[in-house]
């Protein structure tokens, strides 16, 4: 367990939350518990669909599962809190529960990170090598797949998280943010905090950047293969289209989490530092199932057969 260090002579911060206008706060509350609603139906219900239908017990589908349950968990790291904060004239968070919701933003985060370019991995597979995809990508390789992903999630936000509880915070308790995240804690820290820094920079960097490149470079491959060896427009029609949602869910994700934490803090920024991560742990998780569901066959077709048996039940 976490221990709070002797020479912390805070023991809470206070979340400042995404407004000072007191007047919308109501209003706010009522927009983000919509979308919290949305986020566990969307993301529910494709979870419920990959685990019972078993036409959707194939790699590409056990991956979005993944996806669907960390965008569930990612989102009630942050929603809940910032939902009780929006009615209460507390809004306090106290130094252990800090480090704890810091380190589950971050694990969950980073492992959703690593995951897309799981899933990018997974469409090269099927599309440049179709005859061998059932054999490589096995129940077993998938499964390893996604264990060495949330286990590198978890020991990265470890690190931070031990790093920051390390942190001395003598000074003021005020996080400019809505939850508790590592560069607003950094600029409450007293002493050095050039390691910390340095680690948000590189070894954040490149736990977001690495699955980026690879992204890229997969889909590189995956046009390339399919306009010289294929040659087939309606092959390479179906290949893009498959990819067009896995693609806007990584620019979603990624072009905000680079905006936040690639950059140097600065005082100025803070304001759009937290409009960014809206963006990413907010509007991501509600938009994967929509952008998933909207633009693939079987997942729509599993979803109507589901709701048409509901249906037919009731009427029973």
């Not at 009615?87 to 529960?97: D, E, P, Q, R, Y």
């Not at 390339?224 to 427009?233: D, P, Q, T, V, Y």
Request: glycine letters at 4%.
């Amino acid at each position: 367990s976490l221990k709070m260090p002797n020479h912390t002579s805070v023991n809470e911060f206070l979340l400042l939350g995404i407004t000072d206008i007191r007047e919308l706060e109501p209003f706010l509350f009522a927009v983000f518990l919509i979308i919290y609603i949305l986020i566990l139906i969307g993301n529910g219900a494709i979870l419920v669909i990959v685990i019972s239908d078993p036409r959707l017990h194939s790699p590409m589908y056990f991956f979005l599962g993944n996806l669907s349950c960390l965008d569930i968990c990612y989102s009630t790291v942050t929603l809940p809190k910032m939902l009780d904060n929006f009615l209460s004239t507390h809004k306090t968070i106290s130094f252990v529960g800090c480090i704890i919701q810091l380190h589950f933003f971050h694990f969950l985060g980073s492992t959703e990170a690593i995951l897309l370019g799981v899933m990018a991995f997974d469409r090269f597979m099927a599309i440049c090598n179709p005859l061998r995809y059932t054999i490589l990508m096995n129940h077993e390789v998938c499964l390893c797949l996604a264990a060495a992903t949330w286990i590198t999630g978890f020991f990265h936000a470890l690190l931070h998280s031990i790093m920051t509880s390390r942190l001395t915070f003598c000074g003021s308790n005020h996080i400019h943010h809505f939850f508790c995240d590592i560069k607003p804690l950094l600029d409450l820290a007293c002493g050095n905090t050039e390691l910390n820094q340095w680690m948000l920079e590189t070894v954040t960097g490149t736990i977001a950047m690495s699955p980026f490149f690879f992204i890229l470079l997969s889909y590189f491959y995956i046009i390339s293969f399919l306009l010289f060896k294929s040659r087939s427009c309606s092959m390479l029609q179906k290949a893009l289209s498959t990819c067009a949602s896995h693609f806007i869910v990584v620019i979603l994700l990624y072009v905000p989490v680079v905006f936040t934490y690639i950059r140097p803090s600065s005082g100025s920024s803070m304001n759009h530092d937290r409009i960014v991560a809206i963006m990413y742990s907010v509007v991501t998780p509600v938009l994967n199932p929509l952008i998933y569901t909207l633009r693939n066959k079987d997942v729509k077709g599993a979803l109507n057969k589901a709701m048409r048996k509901k249906l037919w039940s009731k009427q029973l």
